[in-house]
């Protein structure tokens, strides 16, 4: 049974950091292309980051490349999402996914999802 489960996310400071996991089973995330999505409220989801063999990683036109870093380790099935620097606008759920091969922006072409972890930044 394909799964991603999502962790990490909590209540920070802006300025602040945190790095959330997305750890896979059922299958092997290497061999995959994962992404970062985040949904706001009231807001449309919208891609972050995407890792993968074919792509390296691919940043999306909304994502400050400064401030969002992904990885991966494969050891551990793994995908990681540091976010450096927090701002207000940044509070959001989020998602990883996983699809084929190659990273695509568009939420709707990934196949398995996580249930999402709730980052929320504030004073």
């Known amino acids: 049974q394909v799964q991603l489960v999502e962790s990490g996310g909590g209540l920070v400071q802006p300025g602040g950091s945190l790095r959330l996991s997305c750890v896979a089973s059922?299958?092997?995330?290497?061999?995959?292309?994962i992404g970062w999505f985040r949904q706001a409220p009231g807001k449309e989801r919208e891609g972050v980051v995407c890792?993968?063999?074919?792509?390296?990683?691919?940043y999306y036109a909304d994502s400050p490349r400064g401030r969002f870093t992904i990885s991966r380790d494969n050891a551990k099935n793994t995908v990681y999402l540091q976010i450096n620097r927090l701002k207000p606008e940044d509070t959001a759920v989020y998602y990883c996914?996983?699809?084929?091969?190659?990273?695509?922006?568009?939420?709707?072409?990934?196949?398995?999802w996580g249930q999402g972890t709730q980052v929320t930044v504030s004073s």
């Open positions: 996914a996983a699809r084929g091969t190659r990273c695509r922006r568009d939420s709707r072409v990934y196949d398995s």
């Open positions: 890792i993968s063999n074919s792509d390296g990683m691919s």
């Open positions: 059922g299958f092997t995330l290497d061999y995959h292309a």
